[in-house]
């Protein structure tokens, strides 16, 4: 082989060396960053990228995709209560545009130097918010901490080229006295409530068993009344009608020259008969004499010239 032959190959070699060297892969979800002598030269986008051999080096390489971190901070209230925060922060890079890239490439020294930045930036804004507020405030005020937050933050996120795309506040804490006192709190007001309630409850019942006791005793009272003027009403109608009745006789006996004092007597006996019939256990004492009966012939006599003439015809 000739020496100009090896030569050709050696050159050969050299010039698909010099190629392959000066070829970059670039990941999906990543953009590079290369630099000529330490300037700024372009980005690479993903896939091949064919960059000039030793002289131009990929200086960083960026993911454009969401990333993640936890933060655990403290913040002190209004009335020097101590809150502890465990959140969630979900962070990217602005877009894709050449100015943006750049941007994100050189504002920070590394990757670890803006997330300090970031996670401060938060941690800042978080704790100015919670410093204008009350201990019993902050619990209720998750979405506007929040925004707060964010709005704060996104006019100088977007000059580094990132965005704050989520910041969730996932616990809230408190110092171990302040949440024993909160749940005491709850607890009394739980208690006074039912109190509250049942006493409410049982004003309700002893309302409505005294409505319901009182209109018992109004109709009970009304249909007392009732009652009471239709039985003086039958009382005083049969009384009269008996009236009628003796007083017709009375004259019917007095047209047959009989003596109206055979009424009385016919009542007495009749009487005396019924009682003797209908009566349980009851005794009657009468004088059986002729003295006796003569005085009660006497009397009912006296009483018949009284009533026997009954009230006047209507």
Sequence with gaps: MSASTIGG??????????????LRTVNQGTVAVTTIFGKYRRPLRPGLNVVVPFVEKIFRRISTQ???????FQAITADQANVYFTAMMVYSVL???????KN??????????????????????TRGFVATMRQAEILGLR??????????LDMTLETWGYHLMD???????????ITTSMAQVVASNNLKAAA?????????RKTKE?????????????????????????????????????????????????????????????TIRQMAQDGQGNVLFLDGSPEGMNKQMRDLMAMGQLNVAGPPPN
């Design 95 to 101: 877009n894709e545009n050449e100015d943006t890239i």
């Design 143 to 152: 979405g506007e901490i929040v925004s707060e937050v964010k709005e704060n």
């Design 210 to 270: 005294a409505e319901a006791e009182g209109t018992a005793i109004r109709i009970a009272a009304e249909a007392e009344r009732t009652a009471a003027q239709l039985r003086g009403q039958g009382i005083a109608l049969f009384r009269e009608e008996v009236s009628r009745g003796l007083a017709q006789a009375a004259r019917d006996l007095e047209a047959n020259n009989v003596d109206a004092s055979m009424i009385l007597f016919s009542i007495w006996t009749e």
């Design 9 to 22: 190959l050696v050159l050969l070699v050299l010039v698909v060396l010099t190629i392959l060297t000066g």
């Design 167 to 177: 910041l969730q506040l996932n616990d809230i804490t408190f110092d171990q006295a």
């Design 196 to 204: 509250t309630n049942e006493g409410d409850a049982l004003l309700i």
């Design 104 to 125: 994100v490439a050189f504002k920070f020294f590394s990757e670890k130097d803006f997330l300090t930045a970031l996670v401060r930036s938060v941690e800042g804004s």
């Design 66 to 72: 969401n990333r993640a971190v936890e933060l655990q």
